[in-house]
Every structure is written in C-alpha cells, then in structure tokens.
C-alpha cells in the first residue's frame, strides 16, 4: 500500500507529460499547415486543369472532331481571363511563412492581374490564330503544350520567392521548345527549336548558379527577404552575392531577347509555326520581363547602383541592333516578313528595359510604364501577326513583296495591317504606340539618363523607315507573277472565322486604347511594394 501511491502519481505524471506532449505537437503540427488560397491560386489552376482535360480528351476524339479540342481550349483560357475579375477587390497572398517575416510565396497584387491578363489574352489571341492553323500538327499534343506554357506564364507575375519565380519560368519556357519544333519533318523547325532550346537552357544554368550565390549569402529566397538581406549582407560574402544577382540577371535579359543575348530569335521565329511566333513574341516576351522586375525591384534594389546602369546599356544596345538588322533586313532581295517582325521585336525590346532602368534612379513608380508600353506592344503585334497569318495561306513564303497590292485584295486587312505597323513606329492614327512611346521616353528623361532618351529617340526614327516602308507598299499596285506588266488576277480564299476574329478583336482594342490611351496608363499603374 505503501509503494502504490508512489507509482500511481508517477503514472499519472506520466500521463500528462504525454498529454502535454501530443497537444504541443498538435500546435505545432497545426502552425505548420498551410491555408490555401485557392481563389488567388484559380487563373493559372484553372487553365492548367484544361490542358490536362485537352490531352485526355484527344485520345476519344475522332479525327474529324479534333477543331473541337481548340475550341476547348479557347474556353479555357477565357475561363482564366474570368477568373482574374473576382480578384481586383483586393491584394491575396498564399503560401506563406508562419514565422519570422511571414513571407509568401504567391501574391496575387494589382501587378500580378495585369499580367495575367496580358499573357492569358495573348494566349487567347494565339488560340484564334492557331484553330484554322494546326491541321497538319497534333492538335493534342499542340494544345496541351499551348495552355501548359500559359499557365506557367500565368504563375510567374505571382511568385514572391525565387525558387518558386524559376519554376515558373521553366514551366513557360519548356513547352514553348516543343511548340518550336512541333512541325514534324520540317527541318527548319527543328534546327529552330533544338537552338532555342540549347540557348536557354544555358541562360537557365546560368541563372540558377546565380540564384544559388544569392541563397549562400542571405540565406532566403523569399523575395522581400532578399531585398533586407542584401542591404546587410556579411562582407565576407558580398563578392558572392553581386556575382549572384549578376548571373540571375543575365538568365533574365537573355528571356527578354535584350542584346547580346538575342541571336536566337529570328531563327527560331521564323522556324517555329506563325502562331508560336507570336506567342513567344508577346507572351514569352512579357515573361521575361516580369521576372526582370520582380528580382530588380523588389529582391535587389541594394545593387540598383549595379544593375541600374546595365539595364540602361542593355536597353540602349537592344534597340540599336534590332533596327539596324531590321533595316538590313529589309533592304534584302528574299525579304520575309516574319524576319523582320522578329528583328521589331527586339528593338521593342530595348523600349521595354528603359522603365526598368529608370527605377533604380527614380523607384519603382516607372515599371507601370513598361507595362503600359507591353500592353500595347502585345494588342497591335499580335494583330500584326494576325494579319501575317491570313497571308500566309496564300503565300506560305510570308515574303514583304507578298504583301504589296494587299489593299486590292483585302482592303480591310490591309487597313488593318497599316494600323498595326503606325501603332509600332508611334505615328498617327496610331496614338496608343505613340503615347507609349512617349511615356517611356519620359521614364528615362525623368531619371536623368538624359543620353538613353537620345539614343530612343534616334531609334524611333531610324524604325519609321522599315514600318512606313512596308505600309506603302500595301497600298502599291500588285507586282505581275509572270513578268508582265499586268499583275495576275488575285484569288480570293475563305478566311476562318477564328482568324478574322482574332484581326477585329486587336484591331477594335488598338482603335479603342488609341481613342482613350491614359486608360493604359492608369490600369497600368502598379506599386511593388
């Protein structure tokens, strides 16, 4: 009797050290878990899941039926787009830190809508164009890899943590190689996508070395935790970490296409299939230079000494080489117009870095130029686009001189086409290009890179001479096919009403933002911090 109530409170004891233990890790477990904001999380989700569905559904669908899979694809994307509206209310965060700084992970701001909204309606508008454009392709396969790169390049404006930013941005990237060379036994495609592919996996080690510097000298990938970090950085490991953030730099202008590392983008446009080039022209443009912003402006504005005056370099010899290769370009006998739109586009390029390297002397108030310029460049290069690819169906060649007379034959897509090309070289009755053109021009002068403004305003006028060159010429009698001097009767074929919608739709966009442009600028408008 005398040892049991010993060896009962022992048990006792026992019992509620164990309680005491199973509810500390219960706490514990339960700070771990994570509350996913799936509404935050639905744009990118949503058209990930139609990709998936897309595939499945392509192995039941007869062959008769498989325009059906684009359309469905279509309506993905759209659902995308939709879900992008119950999200203005207000900035949602998820995956986040439970400690310390409360990080996240994936923030879905105001700069995030709009840049899901750029890259899933570009998607959109590559959807229209590839319907009547993929009946030698497997549209499966096409489809699958079309909204997986979407979704990805829907993900990528919302990743706050590098780890999370560069699967995001490989994600986009990686079927976009497939998409390259997705024409089978075309060996231009092939050669186009294996370059690609080579060059970009080498910007993507360079890059994640680069991040790898970042993470052993600060310890986080966290992007605001970053931007603390480096301003405190051990002596010790300074070296390592500017090495870091040059490197993750370099993985980021190469997916820009800004100089010197562009030499893969007129191959591989004209290689991969004409709707593809626009996509990577405006979508993957747009991804590389989110991703830009988001390490510069908010992980690493302790080296804006650093990459400030880069940036400027870069954007100055960007659009240098993209309009004195584009004048080349189009001074040639075999001139093609896919070419020479690829060569726009890097000069685009250089416009589009200016803002960017405006912020590392003015903050970071100068990106909602970069994204107003972006959503211009994207409606009216995509119509540009569009309109290239109603010609190539009569002349698969795509050659400038298969544009002249178009206005004899297609009057309306000719007007179209000169509207593009104007909102491009910033001419009236282009007002939106020409707006942003000069709110970007504005950016620099406002940040004192007085000479960068110099060299833009060289630039612009040095691209009139391509533009207006191939906007003449759409208005020019048609040139004989047989070496008379009469030209040949012109064939009229039908247009696809995804193509023609594709067409009204940028060109309605164009006019409209023309009619109101500081609408782009106020939706533009983005605070990072």
């Known amino acids: 009797m005398t040892t049991a109530a010993p060896t009962a409170g022992l048990t006792q004891t026992a019992a509620e050290s164990a309680g005491s233990l199973v509810h500390t890790a219960a706490e514990s477990a339960g700070s771990l878990v994570q509350s996913v904001d799936w509404l935050a999380l639905a744009p990118p989700v949503a058209v990930a899941a139609v990709a998936v569905a897309v595939l499945v559904a392509d192995l039941f669908v007869p062959e008769a039926r498989k325009p059906l899979l684009g359309y469905g694809a279509v309506a993905g994307l759209v659902a995308g787009l939709a879900l992008i509206i119950p999200l203005h209310e207000g900035d949602r965060s998820t ?8 990080a996240c992970s994936y923030t879905a701001d105001h700069f995030t809508l709009v840049i899901q909204a750029l890259v899933l309606g570009g998607a959109l508008l590559t959807a229209l164009l590839s319907i009547g454009d993929t009946r030698k392709l497997p549209a499966g396969e096409f489809w699958f890899l079309l909204l997986s790169s979407a979704a990805g390049a829907a993900l990528l404006p919302a990743a706050r943590d590098l780890a999370t930013l560069v699967i995001a941005l490989e994600v986009a990237s990686l079927p976009a190689f497939a998409l390259v060379g997705i024409k089978r036994g075309d060996r231009r495609s092939s050669e186009a996508a294996l370059k690609f592919f080579l060059s970009s996996v080498t910007a993507t080690a360079v890059m994640l070395l680069g991040v790898s510097f970042v993470y052993a000298a600060t310890g986080t990938l966290h992007l605001t935790d970053l931007a603390a970090r480096l301003d405190h950085v051990d002596p010790r490991l300074s070296t390592l970490a500017g090495a870091g ?5 370099v993985g980021f202008a190469f997916k820009t296409a800004a100089a010197p ?11 991969a299939p004409l709707p593809i080039a626009a ?6 443009k747009a991804v590389g230079f989110t991703g830009l912003i988001l390490v510069t402006v908010i992980a690493f504005p302790a080296y804006a000494d650093v990459w400030g005056p880069a940036l400027a370099v870069l954007a100055a010899l960007t659009m240098t080489v993209g309009n004195v290769a584009a004048l080349r370009q189009s001074a040639t006998r075999a001139r093609s117009a896919v070419r020479l739109l690829a060569w726009s586009s890097v000069a685009q390029a250089g416009y ?4 960017i390297a405006a912020a590392a002397y003015a903050g970071d108030r100068r990106i909602g130029s970069t994204v107003a310029y972006a959503l211009m460049y994207a409606v009216v290069n995509l119509g540009a686009f569009a309109v290239a690819a109603l010609v190539a169906r009569t002349h698969p060649g795509n050659r400038l001189t298969d544009y002249r007379g178009l206005y004899a034959t297609r009057p309306l897509a000719a007007l179209a086409l000169a509207f593009f090309l104007l909102c491009l070289a910033g001419l009236p009755p282009g007002i939106i290009g020409l707006f942003a053109k000069v709110t970007v021009f504005s950016a ?27 906007t003449a010429a759409l208005f020019r009698a048609p040139e004989p096919e047989d070496g008379t001097r009469q030209p040949a009767p012109a064939t009229r074929h039908r247009t696809p009403a995804p193509l023609t919608a594709a067409i009204v739709l940028t060109a309605a966009a164009g006019i ?7 609408t782009v600028l106020r939706f533009a408008a983005v605070n990072l911090f």
Request: proline share 4%; aromatic share 16%.
């Open 444 to 470: 620099a002068v406002d940040a004192g890179l007085g000479w960068l403004a110099v060299v833009m305003a060289v630039n612009v006028v040095v691209a009139l001479y391509y533009y207006l060159q191939w």
């Open 352 to 355: 589009l870095l200016v803002p």
């Open 95 to 102: 995956f986040c830190l439970t400690t310390g700084s409360h």
């Open 245 to 249: 953030v040059a490197l993750t730099l």
């Open 512 to 518: 409209v933002l023309s009619g109101a442009p500081q």
């Open 279 to 284: 996509y990577l022209s405006v979508v993957g």
């Open 261 to 271: 590392f562009h030499f893969w983008v007129p191959d591989t446009y004209v290689g």
